[in-house]
């Protein structure tokens, strides 16, 4: 039963708890028992939730009591430490912030809390949720449960790596350029980064560049991420980005009325891209045309003519900076790696600054009429497998790339700040998963949630665990 629980996805869980098949009590016991056996060798988990069993024995005495239930009821999530927590450690990977305890829950969490879910534990990240790794001094280096060598990704790779080792069944995670999506993608669970400003960043830091900074969960399946973006989504009168009403679907999304258009592509101007990589995506696209969707191999011109990562860089270095200055100030012997990198950095001029904001005027531009002909862009989430730990260059197709190229595939989405999910639809040859991107247009959600379901019956690889 335990192993049962650990592997079941949150919506299977609330419907156990709901029905009095299994108590709250039950899998918040059997994920804990899970962290205690799988974390030591993991280090996804960070810090535990006090009370996650007194909270779990009081949803049970409410469902007992015929109280009203939320749809998560009962059922355990985990949170990135840079979400506040009420009376829970949040320490955002560095000892800068070390001990650091908040009064209040960042609204991702009190939304979770507020359906029922109950919170379990804080998982690892990269000092201040900045980099593709997920290191730092405090609580140290994450491993990945396919492969302990490998990095599970940044900078949410302590929320994918708890996920896939069966030590969480759903986790709130956040995404600057890659930090939702490609660490789901190296530890071969599901995740979503909704449109920019869908769910509110309060209570969640850092939030500089404020533009590209994204909330979205990450779960075992593609109704789970459902579920959760629709207890998630809305404005909260705090965040002045979230401002889109809950006037959508927070279903799986039904199909449009005409049939669904579908373009993929594996370059397009977005750099080179590992051949195990480009055929899962290939694959994918061939999975659904096989399915009666229609699909055509597409360019997208406006990614040739501008280099989002180029764009997102330059952008990045003259909102950051300041920042980091005034976070760091005094303590410069607890930087790590990214936080000392960027400092050393040169500043983006006035000029190249304004001309960046214009290129992604431009990429705005195109997308918006690549989706006036198309509905979904399948494209790769990162451009290799998942990567040794400490990675500082890889070479793709003989080419030598610097080890943020494996972001290339996800900052477009960033600048832009369209719709985008992460699942797996392969395995390299050694093994580890390989995932695809499904993108939409702005606010299309229900449309990825929709392909993206269909895609997951459709996988070669559905319910494949880590052997831990």
Not at 96 to 109: E, H, K
Not at 178 to 203: E, L, Q, Y
Not at 209 to 236: E, F, K, T
């Amino acid at each position: 039963m335990t192993t049962d629980l650990i592997h079941s996805d949150a919506t299977e869980l609330a419907e156990l708890i709901r029905t009095g098949k299994v108590s709250s009590v039950e899998v918040v016991k059997a994920h804990l028992d899970r962290i205690d056996a799988t974390n030591p060798r993991l280090n996804a988990i960070v810090t535990l939730a006090d009370g996650a069993l007194k909270t779990a024995r009081a949803a049970d005495e409410e469902l007992a009591a015929g109280g009203d239930v939320g749809p998560l009821h009962g059922v355990p999530f985990t949170a990135k430490d840079s979400y506040d927590t009420a009376g829970v450690l949040t320490q955002r990977g560095s000892p800068i912030f070390a001990g650091r305890v908040p009064d209040t829950d960042a609204t991702a969490v009190a939304r979770m809390k507020r359906a029922g879910a109950v919170l379990l534990a804080k998982t690892n990240l990269p000092e201040f949720s900045y980099w593709i790794e997920t290191d730092n001094l405090l609580t140290g280096r994450t491993n990945n449960p396919w492969d302990l060598d490998r990095s599970p990704g940044g900078s949410s790779g302590g929320e994918s790596a708890a996920i896939a080792a069966g030590m969480s069944p759903l986790g709130l995670a956040t995404d600057l350029s890659i930090s939702v999506r490609g660490p789901a993608a190296d530890t071969g669970v599901v995740s979503f980064k909704p449109t920019h400003g869908r769910i509110p960043m309060t209570g969640i830091w850092p939030r500089a560049p404020r533009r590209n900074w994204h909330v979205g969960p990450m779960a075992r399946s593609i109704r789970d991420l459902a579920l959760a973006y629709g207890v998630l989504a809305g404005p909260d009168g705090a965040d002045g980005f979230a401002t889109a009403p809950r006037d959508f679907d927070a279903g799986l999304g039904a199909s449009p009325d005409r049939p669904v258009r579908v373009g993929w592509l594996v370059d397009s101007g977005l750099g080179p891209t590992d051949a195990e990589v480009a055929a899962t995506v290939r694959a994918a696209a061939d999975a659904l045309q096989a399915a009666g969707v229609r699909v055509d191999a597409v360019s997208i011109p406006a990614l040739e003519r501008d280099n989002p990562l180029e764009l997102w860089t330059k952008l990045h270095l003259m909102e950051v900076k300041p920042a980091f200055r005034k976070v760091t100030a005094g303590h410069e012997d607890q930087m790590f790696t990214y936080s000392t990198f960027l400092a050393g950095m040169p500043d983006t001029s006035v000029e190249d600054y304004v001309e960046a904001e214009q290129g992604v005027e431009r990429l705005r531009d195109g997308f918006a009429e690549y989706f006036h002909q198309y509905d979904v862009l399948l494209l790769p989430v990162t451009t290799i497998p998942a990567h040794e730990h400490q990675l500082g260059q890889f070479t793709v197709d003989g080419r030598t790339m610097d080890a943020f190229h494996v972001s290339s595939t996800t900052v477009p989405f960033n600048v832009t700040g369209h719709p985008a999910l992460s699942m797996r639809f392969g395995t390299s040859s050694d093994g580890m998963p390989i995932a695809v991107q499904v993108v939409a247009t702005w606010h299309a959600e229900s449309t990825v949630l929709h392909i993206a379901s269909l895609l997951e019956t459709l996988s070669p690889v559905r319910d494949q665990h880590p052997a831990l």
